[in-house]
């Protein structure tokens, strides 16, 4: 009898409509090149979540899904069944034992030698259950209970070994109490950072904050851009942590009187991972600042970057212009720098040559001349880009124009056929034009050189896990947002729950809302004569620009995000001055 062919993951996943034959082809491509498994692929490039993949599998391989989101699950999860350092190294969840054979939650029913190492270092026979890698890895983070995560000092040997260090300020500070930061790798505050940091990476936080206040020290973790309390850790165990922090950084230690910079390059699950740290003195102690750059977070791709098709296609013919000037504005944080970095990544061909001037060079790029500002030696932004232009570049990046030198140099490039990427610090678009004018830019020269200026903030995604319809939304709120009844009663307005997989959060990643401003005859004659910001937005709105708010109430009715995200970024203008807490 022929034996029943096992249907592959893709076919599974296009049966249930879960992809499309392009995405699938797409993540194909993405795996072949890249060596990850096609799963892994669709998850990254944010065409399924991690959940789909894993019930694809289960069907697969004919395999029970767990969700460890189901109460009833995890209270049967007993993990005295296997020892903790297996279970955290190869991820892996016991679910009981039955008649001498164990039964394990796996995330990979192809990792064959993983079942037979298991089956060896267990001494029993083994039924296999599959959950999504990330859930799995939740829990075990989480202490394999639920209703939080366990105190950074569930491990009592990092309580009851670790240094106290007190320094005594009749002492001068050169004599720094670092202590034993240096003894090993199992001295306890080296276990008790490497935890920390590891930890918040796998949390998908984008900044560690180690801030010392009078009695404790608040270690706070900034997921989605929006900081949360992590812990407080002793005040006796301040001195030593900044202190470890700072060698790792790479900076004076017994320097406690100025703000210090320093890079930390460290492995976290077999990925190279940089932090940028900043120290700066306080009124407690010195708070500490470790900016976590991942190498992947600005190639996820345009597409994946929250444009509108429309926004997408119109960015796509901007980047792509032989010469002239696209601005991209925001306050800090934005993701301005994602955007730039992501369109470069797009351009990056052998036949075109791109410069870039940085301060600080966050990420590296095979292919691109980056250049980093050192403003000590006189390596400043006006000097590395003199120096571009005769290095015949066809695409400059400029991370950010400053003043007016730069602003002259980086229109000085563009009309001499060069595309000139830099961002800006302003709240909208138009605003761009009279900032610029304001730095001392001659309004011809701003009105010739710039192709398109483009707004954006980053607002939380819900997560599609847990997320669910709004029954009642706030009517006030639902106006700030310039959602009409109409629109409520075509659609479904979506609110944050909370699961294992978001962390309790109720959303899930970012995603940016745009507003384009192209540049027409209009725009070009106001910014000539100095108009104000009102009639220049007034005009890029009738020649088709969609406000920061009309991109937010998109996103809104197709549920990827709520209407409070929205109303922090953009709110209708007739109704700016109600009092509506966000």
Known sequence: MARKRRKKLGEILLEWGTVTQEQLDQAMGIASGSGKRLGEALVEAGMCDEDDVSKALAAQFDMEFIDLDDPDVTDSIDMNLVPQDLAKKHLILPLGQNNGRLKLIIHDPMDLELLDLLRFRLNSEIDTAIAPKSAIRGFLDAGGKEGGKPSMFSDESLVTDSV????????????????????????????????????????????????????????????????????????????????????????????????????????????????????????????????????????????????????????????????????????TGSGKTTTLYSALDTLNRPDRKIITAEDPVEYNFNGINQCQVRESIGLTFPSILRAMLRQAPNIVLVGEIRDREVADIAIQA???????????????????????????????????????????????????KCKAPNPEPDPRLMRLVDISEQDLAENTIYQPVGCQQCGKIGFRGRQGIYEMMRMNSEIRELAFTRAPIGKIRDAAIRGGMRPLLGDGKIKILKGKTTPEEIARFAQAETLVGEEVEV
Do not use: W
């Not at 407080?232 to 165990?237: A, I, T």
């Not at 001499?416 to 761009?432: E, I, K």
């Not at 009279?434 to 011809?444: E, Q």
């Open 164 to 331: 106290d260090v007190t320094v005594d300020k009749s002492v001068d500070s050169s004599v720094d109490a670092s202590v034993d930061i240096a003894a090993g790798e199992d001295a306890p505050i080296v276990r008790l950072v490497h935890r920390m940091i590891s930890e918040a990476v796998r949390s998908r936080a984008s900044d560690i904050h180690v801030e010392p206040m009078e009695d404790r020290v608040v270690l706070r973790y900034r997921i989605d851009g929006v900081c949360h309390v992590r812990d407080n850790l002793p005040k006796r165990m301040q001195a030593s942590l900044l202190a470890r922090l700072k060698l790792m950084a790479g900076v004076n230690i017994a320097e406690r009187r100025v703000p210090q910079d320093g890079r930390i390059k460290m492995s976290v699950d077999e990925s190279q991972i940089d932090f940028r740290v900043s120290c700066c003195p306080a009124y407690h102690g010195e708070s500490v600042v470790l900016r976590i750059l991942r190498p992947d977070s600005v190639r996820i791709g345009l597409i994946n970057l929250g444009f509108e098709q429309d926004t997408l296609d119109s960015f796509n013919r901007i980047i792509r212009r032989p010469n002239g000037i696209f601005l991209v504005t925001g306050p």
């Open 414 to 464: 563009a009309l001499t056929g060069h595309l000139v990427f830099s961002t800006l610090h302003t709240n909208d678009a138009p605003s761009a034009i009279t900032r610029l004018i304001d730095m001392g830019v001659k309004p011809f020269l701003v009105a010739s050189s710039i192709q398109a200026v483009m707004a954006q903030r980053l607002i939380r995604v819900l997560c599609d």
